[in-house]
C-alpha cells in the first residue's frame, strides 16, 4: 500500500506478493491421493484505495474416477478435505461450509462443474466460490476466495484485524455493511479489462496439473521435496487509479 501511494521506493509492489504452489500429497501422507494447488495475486482497489487478495485452491482427486453418468450431487458429500482448507478465519469448519456448497450448489451446474456455490462471510466480507469440477475424468475441487484487507497502513485498521488480527491476537468482528462495497466486485471493477478473467486464471493453474508441467514451470523445495513453487516475475505494476 505504502509503494502505491509514494512510489516502488516505499514498499514492496502487489506482484512481489503474488505466486504459485504446489503440494504432491504421497500415499503415506495425511491427505493421500491428493495434489494440491494454491495461487494468490493481489490488487490495489481505489474509492476507497484498498488492498484486496485473490486465492484460489485446487485439490486434484487424482485418483478418484467416477461414473459420471450416475454420480449424483450427494454422492460429493463425503470428498475428503484436507485439514489446510478453509473459507476464512470467521469460517474453520470447512467440512460444515462444503456441506451446504454441496446442498445449494448442484442447481448450478453446468457444463463439467458439478457444484457451483458461492459464499459470503457476513464478520470479513470474504467471498468465496465452491466449485466441484470433472476434469480428465477426475474430481477437483476449486475454492476461490475474495479479501479485502483494508488500506493496510496500519496494523490497527479494523479490516486488516478482522481477517490477520492484532498483535494482542485479537480479531475484529465486523458487519458486512460497514464495508464500501464486496471484495468480488472491488476485484473485476479494478482489474477491468486488462485482468486476468476467472477462466484465464483457472486454466493457468490446471496448466501446470496437466502432464506434470510443475516440474519444469516451478521450482521444487530444497527441504521440502513434495512442494513446488513459482513466485512473482518481479515486474512493479502499474499501480495508478483507474
Known amino acids: 500500500m505504502l509503494a502505491s501511494r509514494y512510489g516502488p521506493h516505499a514498499g514492496i509492489s502487489t506482484e512481489s506478493l503474488s505466486y504459485v504452489q504446489l503440494r504432491h500429497h504421497p500415499e503415506d501422507s495425511a491427505n493421500p491421493k491428493m495434489i494440491s494447488l494454491f495461487s494468490v495475486d493481489a490488487k490495489i482497489c481505489c474509492k476507497p484505495r484498498t488492498l484486496v487478495l485473490r486465492m484460489q485452491d485446487i485439490i486434484h482427486y487424482r485418483k478418484l474416477r467416477p461414473d459420471f453418468s450416475t454420480l449424483r450431487p450427494e454422492d460429493l458429500k463425503n470428498l475428503p478435505l484436507p485439514k489446510f482448507l478453509y473459507i476464512c478465519k470467521h469460517r ?3 467440512a460444515y461450509t462444503y456441506k451446504c456448497a454441496i446442498t445449494t450448489g448442484a442447481a448450478h451446474a453446468y457444463d463439467d462443474v458439478l457444484v457451483c456455490a458461492f459464499h459470503e462471510c457476513m464478520q ?3 467471498d468465496s466460490l465452491i466449485e466441484v469440477r470433472k476434469w480428465n475424468s477426475t ?3 476449486v475454492i476461490t476466495r475474495w479479501f479485502d484487507l483494508g488500506p493496510g ?3 490497527g485498521d479494523e479490516q486488516w484485524i478482522s481477517h490477520v488480527g ?3 491476537g485479537e480479531r475484529e468482528n465486523l458487519d458486512r455493511q460497514d464495508f ?3 471484495p468480488q466486485a472491488r476485484w ?4 477491468g479489462k486488462k485482468s486476468m478473467s476467472m477462466d484465464e486464471l483457472l ?3 490446471l496448466s501446470y496439473l496437466k502432464d506434470e508441467r510443475y516440474k519444469k514451470a516451478m521450482g521444487q523445495s530444497a527441504s521440502q521435496r513434495a512442494i513446488w513453487r513459482l513466485p512473482y516475475n518481479g515486474v512493479f505494476p502499474d499501480t495508478s487509479c483507474q
Open 188 to 191: 473485476e471493477r479494478a482489474y
Open 166 to 168: 492484532s498483535l494482542e
Open 92 to 94: 474453520p469448519d470447512m
Open 153 to 155: 497502513l496500519s496494523p
Open 203 to 205: 486454466a493457468r493453474n
Open 180 to 182: 464500501v462495497d464486496v
Open 139 to 141: 474430481l477437483m475441487l
Open 124 to 126: 470479513c466480507s470474504t
